[in-house]
């Protein structure tokens, strides 16, 4: 196995042509995910080998960052080949470049290792847990959960409060085998996602290994500069739209063969269903350039220097949930459409549902995103006005 490093240019263009020659595993490793609940090893394996943990992780440390608008495009194809792979694939990416981005100098030499293979790390910077301050570092203990990839990950991520202190809050990097993972991943959407629960029980973790969940980056270019919340923007949106992308195909490919009722007209021969088409691609492609326009209005302020806006901020959060709702309500509808044969467990439909309805509840597209940009749009108009 390759340590995932893709060298030289065009590495967009190089992930989307190793999707495609790929495509065939991947999708085949849909069924078998689900009944391992987490992602099979050799194709975790396939994703360091192509390179996709390092999307995210500083050049200084051997990355291969993509600007955000590219990491869109790679994990909206990723997601419509298959979802299960493309969620590994961007919560590693996500935890690896938290790590390379934030840990301290020598944190992050244990954990990117020159010329070693790239860290599979899961978890989430929620403050869950706590730390007692001691000599060197702190004695953590709590449970985190949704921890997409513990299975095969070698490291964990994690928040906590500092016992004693003002509320200060860090997140901390820990070998995995320093936590006892929690199999509670019995869920009905993203099943393949082996998103168990872990804990510790006062294990001490180096000061080396943690920062300040606000500090600014340690490392890195502009990627690294931006507001946190833009950092992990261009994951589940874009994953959505792949997922949408591909229910509408499968939808459309079955509508020459669905009627509703025997000898009745099929799906591709009812005027309802054809403007059901037609609203469906474009509600996708508009979700998704609103998503996409926010990011690279925000992304173009962090080039120039300036640091996006709260209000570009609000605006790129606000369009991550409504491209994840609109993508969420898109599949919902195409369902509908199919009768009571998409509810087999044999067809692409009901999977596409499930899933889509379980990112919906992912944190980092809740409905409040919607609350702040609101505040920012009051906020503003007052300023007009004053």
């Known amino acids: 196995m390759s ?63 993509l600007t955000p608008l590219e990491f869109c495009d790679v994990i909206e194809e990723m997601a419509y080949v298959d979802v299960s792979t493309a969620w590994a694939a961007m919560i590693g990416v996500g935890c690896a ?9 020598g944190g992050a030499g244990r954990v990117f290792t020159p010329h070693g293979p790239t860290p599979l790390i899961a978890g989430q910077p929620q403050p869950r847990g706590t730390g007692r301050p001691v000599r060197g570092g702190y004695m953590v203990s709590g449970r985190w959960g949704f921890a997409s990839g513990i299975v095969h990950a070698s490291w964990v991520i994690a928040g906590l409060q500092v016992t004693g202190d003002d509320g200060r809050v860090l997140v901390f990097i820990a070998p995995k085998d320093e936590a006892e993972v929690i199999d509670t ?19 001490f973790v180096p000061e080396e290994m943690t920062w300040e969940r606000t500090a600014p980056a340690a490392r890195g270019g502009d990627l690294f500069r931006q507001d946190g919340l833009l950092f992990v923007s261009n994951e ?20 020459s063969r669905t009627a509703r009722f025997a000898g009745g007209p099929t799906l591709s021969e009812r005027g309802v269903f054809l403007k059901e088409l037609g609203r469906a691609q474009t509600r996708i492609r508009a979700a998704s350039l609103v998503h996409r326009d926010a990011i690279e209005a925000a992304w ?83 300023n007009r006005t004053d």
Not at 327 to 347: K, M, P, Q
Request: charged share 20%; proline share 4%.
């Open 185 to 203: 991943w019995h869920v009905a959407g993203l099943v393949g996602t082996g998103s168990m629960d872990f804990s510790m029980n006062d294990v």
């Open 3 to 65: 340590d995932g490093r893709l060298a030289g240019g065009g590495i967009r263009d190089k992930l989307l042509a190793g999707i495609g020659d790929h495509r065939q595993e991947f999708e085949a490793v849909g069924d078998r995910a689900e009944e391992l609940r987490t992602l099979p090893a050799g194709t975790v394996g396939t994703l360091q080998d192509l390179g996709m943990f390092w999307l995210k992780v500083p050049e200084e440390l051997g990355g291969t960052p």
């Open 97 to 105: 470049g938290m790590a390379g981005g934030w840990l301290p100098d």
């Open 300 to 382: 173009e302020a962090t080039r120039g220097g300036t640091g996006a806006s709260p209000a570009q901020i609000a605006a790129v959060m606000a369009a991550s949930v409504f491209a994840v709702e609109t993508c969420a309500e898109v599949i919902t509808d195409l369902f509908r459409y199919g009768g009571g044969r998409v509810l087999s467990l044999s067809n692409p439909m009901q999977r596409h549902l499930r899933n889509a309805l379980a990112a919906r509840q992912h944190v980092a597209v809740t409905e409040e995103h919607y609350e702040t940009a609101g505040r920012e749009r009051i906020q503003s108009a007052r």
């Open 236 to 255: 589940v949106p874009p994953l959505c739209a792949g997922m949408a992308r591909r229910a509408l195909d499968d939808m459309t490919g079955l509508a």
